[in-house]
């Protein structure tokens, strides 16, 4: 068998341990990121907030497009009146993408303009709000993902060793 080599170091090894370290990595901020959401919803306070806006907005990257509900409203926490603009939990309003517009429209349908609505917010940081309490599981499930096959690789290229 024909080792590749650089400066005595054995390629193979250094991609697997490479592919591990990734794997490791995604792995850990995935199930980290999932449990902190977690953890927001359960401790999440409710309180009635009035829709002032609700539209969708395209959001281009990586060579596709695709939507995000934009709905801005207001609520009070027991200390003070604050603007919201989160849908999803997180900390952006990027959390949650649509593929279609139409998709995008479905998720805004309910907060029309001037409406009441339910909003939660994380007593132990206010200004982190949101209208639908339930993790979003894409971007932690990509991330699992994506480090399983790393780490997959990493074995892969361990047995190759």
């Known amino acids: 068998m024909v080792v590749a080599t650089l400066n005595g170091l054995d390629l193979a090894a250094v991609a697997a341990a490479a592919a591990a370290a990734v ?12 449990r902190r959401l977690a953890a927001v919803v359960d401790r999440a306070e409710e309180t009635t907030g009035t829709v002032e806006q609700a539209t969708i907005r395209p959001v281009h990257g990586g060579g596709s497009r695709s939507f995000i509900p934009a709905v801005t409203y207001t609520y009070q926490t027991p200390t003070e009146r604050r603007t919201g603009e989160t849908v999803y939990p997180g900390n952006s309003r990027f959390v949650k993408r649509f593929g279609t517009e139409s998709a995008a429209r479905n998720a805004v349908e309910p907060y029309d303009p001037e409406s009441q609505t339910t909003v ?42």
């Open 23 to 34: 794997g490791v990595v995604l792995v850990g901020r995935g199930l980290w990121q999932y």
């Open 120 to 161: 939660y917010y994380d007593p132990r940081e206010p200004t982190h709000s949101f209208l639908e309490p339930a993790v979003q599981t894409g971007p932690q499930i990509t991330q699992l993902g994506v480090g399983l096959i790393c780490l997959a690789v990493a074995v892969l290229l361990g047995i190759v060793i």
